[in-house]
Every structure is written in structure tokens, then in C-alpha cells.
């Protein structure tokens, strides 16, 4: 039985760096997932493996692990907590029996701690609050507790689900606490915690009948192939056991059950286990995978449509095929349609001219994409991103999010002056504390294009961000450009000192002396609204008095690096993003400066 077993089946869901990760790794070792010499006993991020995800800080990939505490095997999912993913976080919180809400204690509820929720609730989950980070300068614990008690108001679908029960922590020490501690730096440990989850989450329910589970996730293995994890809605699973997906017949191979960080292969699992097996070649995420006598679907995940949408293709700069492993669209092609298998909230047409047009949740879900083929060895280029509108009774509807911003004090003028060039409406503006604000802002996703690495800037990196998708409604208003033109390689050849001064004197550099660069490849940032183009290949002429060394004497301020994501939200229509393992490049889709007047004259 289920219950004998003693399973609990959780999910930890929290808005982006609440300290869901950082709590997951003091789980898995207080309860003694691994030995004291191993290495994971002094890493961060356990869970978080990808080179992306350590970056970024943030968890981009659902990931499963299992501990034990007295007994009882607690299998942990630990989701995404943008909202960008949101595919990961609603097939996966279908294996859960409940979930921790980790709440950061200083800025309490955020956008996304609202979708997590939302998504959680909507399963009948129950929920357990972790107030964390208790032990911050400006830490308001009771405040951020009394605005979870508020969402929870709004979002339970019944009077049940307003029964929580709340645990604060400090994540970083792997303290936890079942009332707040009068000293946030009390010596804790995560007992409260996992005595709260085996006393508070109801284990699987018992479903005795012909065996049924849903494919929730894929894995790989070189020898093995195509992996599906997901959790035994009904009845037993054995190794060698027949099974039948969309009306084809398995058999299982081999068959897996969770345990830290890795997997024992077991020979029998039954309802409630999340398991790993294998010998389904042709399985896809959502799938049902049922006992030959019962073929019935289980309900489906419903996932969130795309917001944002881009044109992919292959590299066609002057510069193509010098520095990818991959840069055909039929290399292209095979690489998303991989993708497409376990990205659900990806979405992708081939157009006529042979390029690709991806869709996704936004910026940061796209951009993820593309410095992950990046990294594989592909080469493409892509266009500037733009918003997916929808026609409803005639009136064309475009997506609104729920912006939240928080600034010390001093860059209020400076959020103010920014969300009003862009006509979004604030909803409240209020004091965290003596130094910092918080605005909540409505707008359009199309205006919200690039917002968050203008803020950065304007705020030296200050700025905390965050937003949701809430609803589709009418157009906005038509947004005036907000860029400045840009200056452009009037030639092709390598980058020499004295050229870039010209750029220096019109403007902000992209590149350095030594870059090899093109006809049509942008070089810089305008001062002024037009674009020009410039010889930054152009040398001192020599004369006995002048000699090519002192072309090395120029002294140049260093140039503007931008990230992916920053390149993507600098672009404009007329504009393509070339990308490759080694560089990023902006340049014009148009290179020659004459076929830029032709077009423009023809318009």
C-alpha cells in the first residue's frame, strides 16, 4: 500500500530568487542524501546544473530528487519560478500532492508568486508558506505573511484551501522555524520543516486498478535513449510489463525510482511513485502511457499560449559558417523540433523563405533558447521580437502584464519618468522601507520590450523586476521610438584605432581596435535619432612625420558589451541579430548602404 510506504510528493514553487534553490540544497543535506565527504556537501545550487542556471541564478529545468526523513520517502519538484516557463511549472506540479510556497520576507508577494500559486491552488494542492529570509536587513515577516493570507483570498477556489500552514527560515543557514524566532539568527535546522510536510501534505492517494501515468518530462541517455518520468496515477508498473501510448505497444525495460539526486532501479513501482522508464521510444510529454485493456486518456496539461514571437534562421552575414558546427536550417530545423519535445510552451511554423518563426512565453524564454543552441555550436540569426496579437469579435487584442518594481529611494524619478514614456498605468506606488519604493504597474507586453535591461542601467543594477502576463485587452497606444540610430560599417576589414574615434565622437562603441567587421554590421550607438554609416577601418596616412605606431598612442573609452537578451531588446524591424559560439553581432538586414536607399525609397 501507498500509505505503508509512507510517500510524500511535493512541489516548491516562489517567484524568481525567494530562496526556493538554496533551501532544496539544505534539505538534501540535513537529511543525510550524501556522505560528509562528498563534494555536493559544499556546493550551492545542488539542483541547478545547467552552465545557464548557475549564471543566472535562477531554475530554468523542473528537477526531481527524493530524500527520507524518519520513514518517509519525500519526493521533491523543484520548479521553474518565472513565469517565462510556465510549461515546466504546470506539467510538473500535476505530480505533486502539495507544495511550498516560499515567500521572500522582505518583499513579500510578487507577480509570479501569484502565477505559481494560482497554478498550485487550481490542482487542489496543498500548500504549505515558507517565510524566508527572515534574517534581512529589512525583513517585515508578519507584512509579508498577512499579504500571502490576502492571495490566498483571492485565488482559493474553496474555504479549504485558506487552511495553511506557515514556516519561517533563514535558507541560507538551513534554518527553520515553526513560529518567528524573537533572534532571526537563532541556530535552526530543517526539522520543523520536514516535520510540518509528513504531518501537513496528504501522501498519494491509494488507486488500485489497470495501471495508467502521464508522460510529465523526458530525459536522455546515450545507451538507453528516450527516458519518461512521470508519477503512476493507477495501479503497479513492473520491469518487462506491456504497456500501450496513443496505440502503440511498449515494453518496459528498464524501470527507476528517485532517491537524492540519483536514481535505483527498482523492479516494481506502484500508484504515487514518480518513476523513470524506459523502452517508450516514441513517448511525448503529455501522453498517457496505459495498461493494453484500458486506453483512455487522462486529462491533458493546459498550457499557456505564447506572448512573444521571432524569426530564426541561418546565418547570413558575410561571416556565415566561419564559427558554428551547425549553421543549415535543416541542422536548424532538427534542433527545434528536439526542442519541441519537452519545451512546451515553444511553438514553431516554418515560413516560405525557409527561415523559422519561434514563439514563446517572453523575453527571457526565448532568449534561454537561443544561447542554449548557441552554446551547442549553432549558427542564426534572428529578428526583433515582437508581441502576438489575437482578434476577438472584431477587435484586436494584445497581452497586458502586471509589472512590479523595486528601487532604493534615490531612482524613483527615474522609474517615474521611464513607465511614463512608455504609457503604462501605475496601480500603487508605496515605501518598503526608508530606502526602498515598490510600483505596480499595468502595460502592454509591447512597450515592456526591453524595460528591464533599461532599468538596470538607470538604476546601476539596483533594480528589482519582475512581471506576469494577466490578460489579453485592446491595443495600446502606438509606442514612439525610444532607440537612436545606430552607426555602421560602411566597409569591410578589421577595426583600427583612428576609425573608432569617429565612433567616439558620434556616439557609444560596440567593438574594439582588432574586431574584424563588414559592410552593413553595426558598430555603435548615434547620439542623434539618424544612422550613419562610418569607416572604422580607416588607418592614419602615413608621412615622415607620422609613423603607423602612433595609431597605437589612441586612447579609446572601452566599448558597450551587450548580453543575448540586451542585443535582442536593442533591435528594431529593420535590424538582425547574428549569432554564433564566438560573437554577437547587430547588423542591418539590408548591408549595402545603396540597397538601404533603394528600400527606403520604395517605402
Request: overall charge neutral.
Amino acid at each position: 500500500m501507498t500509505m505503508e510506504k509512507g510517500i510524500r510528493n511535493i512541489a516548491i514553487i516562489a517567484h524568481v530568487d525567494h530562496g526556493k534553490t538554496t533551501l532544496v540544497d539544505a534539505l538534501l543535506k540535513q537529511t543525510h542524501t550524501f556522505r560528509e565527504n562528498q563534494e555536493e556537501m559544499g556546493q550551492t545550487q545542488i539542483l541547478d546544473s545547467g552552465d545557464l542556471e548557475r549564471e543566472r541564478g535562477i531554475t530554468i529545468l523542473a528537477k526531481n530528487c527524493a530524500i527520507n526523513w524518519h520513514g518517509v520517502k519525500i519526493n521533491i519538484i523543484d520548479t521553474p519560478g518565472h513565469a517565462d516557463f510556465s510549461g515546466e511549472v504546470e506539467r510538473t506540479l500535476g505530480m505533486a500532492d502539495g507544495a511550498l510556497l516560499i515567500v521572500d520576507a522582505q518583499e513579500g508577494p510578487m507577480p509570479q508568486t501569484r502565477f505559481v500559486l494560482k497554478k498550485a491552488l487550481e490542482l487542489g494542492l496543498k500548500i504549505i508558506v515558507v517565510i524566508n529570509k527572515i534574517d534581512k536587513k529589512f525583513a517585515k515577516p508578519l507584512e509579508a505573511l498577512s499579504s500571502v493570507e490576502t492571495l490566498f483570498l483571492e485565488l482559493a477556489h474553496s474555504e479549504s484551501q485558506l487552511d495553511f500552514s506557515v514556516i519561517y527560515a533563514v535558507g541560507r543557514r538551513g534554518s527553520t522555524f515553526n513560529t518567528l524566532p524573537e533572534n532571526p539568527e537563532k541556530e535552526g535546522n530543517t526539522s520543523p520543516l520536514l516535520n510540518k510536510i509528513v504531518e501537513k501534505i496528504p501522501p498519494p492517494k491509494e488507486n488500485d486498478g489497470l495501471f495508467k501515468m502521464f508522460a510529465t518530462s523526458i530525459d536522455y541517455d546515450q545507451h538507453l535513449g528516450r527516458l519518461i518520468i512521470g508519477k503512476i496515477y493507477r495501479g503497479s508498473l513492473a520491469k518487462g510489463q506491456k504497456v500501450v501510448s496513443l496505440g502503440k505497444t511498449y515494453k518496459i525495460e528498464k524501470l527507476w525510482e528517485f532517491q537524492g539526486l540519483g536514481k535505483n532501479e527498482v523492479e516494481k513501482a506502484t500508484s504515487g511513485d514518480i518513476v523513470r522508464i524506459s523502452g517508450l521510444s516514441d513517448v511525448k510529454i503529455g501522453d498517457t502511457i496505459s495498461d493494453p485493456q484500458d486506453t483512455s486518456s487522462l486529462p491533458g496539461v493546459s498550457v499557456a499560449q505564447p506572448t512573444l514571437r521571432m524569426t530564426l534562421g541561418p546565418n547570413t552575414s558575410p561571416f556565415s559558417g566561419r564559427e558554428g558546427k551547425f549553421s543549415t536550417s535543416r541542422q536548424i530545423a532538427e534542433r527545434l523540433k528536439k526542442e519541441l519535445e519537452k519545451n512546451l510552451s515553444l511553438k514553431v511554423d516554418e515560413t516560405q523563405s525557409g527561415k523559422f518563426l519561434i514563439a514563446g512565453r517572453g523575453e527571457l524564454h526565448l532568449s534561454v533558447l537561443l544561447e542554449t543552441m548557441r552554446r551547442e555550436g549553432y549558427e542564426m540569426e534572428v529578428g526583433k521580437p515582437e508581441v502576438i496579437t489575437k482578434v476577438e469579435n472584431g477587435v484586436v487584442k494584445e497581452p497586458y502584464e502586471e509589472v512590479s518594481i523595486i528601487v532604493p529611494s534615490e531612482y524613483v524619478g527615474a522609474i517615474t519618468t521611464e513607465m511614463g514614456r512608455r504609457y503604462a498605468n501605475i496601480i500603487h506606488m508605496s515605501p518598503l522601507s526608508t530606502s526602498e519604493t515598490e510600483f505596480v504597474y499595468i502595460a502592454p507586453t509591447r512597450v515592456l520590450l526591453g524595460l528591464r535591461s533599461s532599468l538596470l542601467t538607470q538604476t546601476k543594477g539596483t533594480v528589482v523586476y519582475s512581471s506576469v502576463v494577466i490578460d489579453y485587452d485592446k491595443e495600446g497606444k502606438t509606442l514612439p521610438k525610444l532607440r537612436r540610430g545606430v552607426l555602421i560599417a560602411d566597409s569591410p576589414g578589421e577595426a583600427l584605432s583612428y576609425g573608432l574615434q569617429t565612433v567616439e565622437g558620434r556616439g557609444i562603441s560596440f567593438i574594439d581596435p582588432g574586431t574584424k567587421v563588414y559592410e552593413g554590421m553595426i558598430v555603435g550607438a548615434n547620439s542623434k535619432d539618424d544612422d550613419i554609416s562610418i569607416n572604422v577601418c580607416k588607418g592614419k596616412k602615413l608621412t615622415n612625420m607620422r609613423s603607423k605606431i602612433s595609431d597605437e598612442n589612441i586612447v579609446l573609452t572601452p566599448p558597450t558589451k551587450f548580453s543575448l537578451e540586451q542585443c535582442l531588446d536593442f533591435l528594431e524591424a529593420d535590424e538582425l541579430l547574428e549569432i554564433t559560439p564566438e560573437n554577437l553581432r547587430l547588423r542591418k538586414k539590408v548591408l549595402t548602404s545603396l540597397e538601404r536607399k533603394r528600400a527606403e525609397r520604395k517605402t
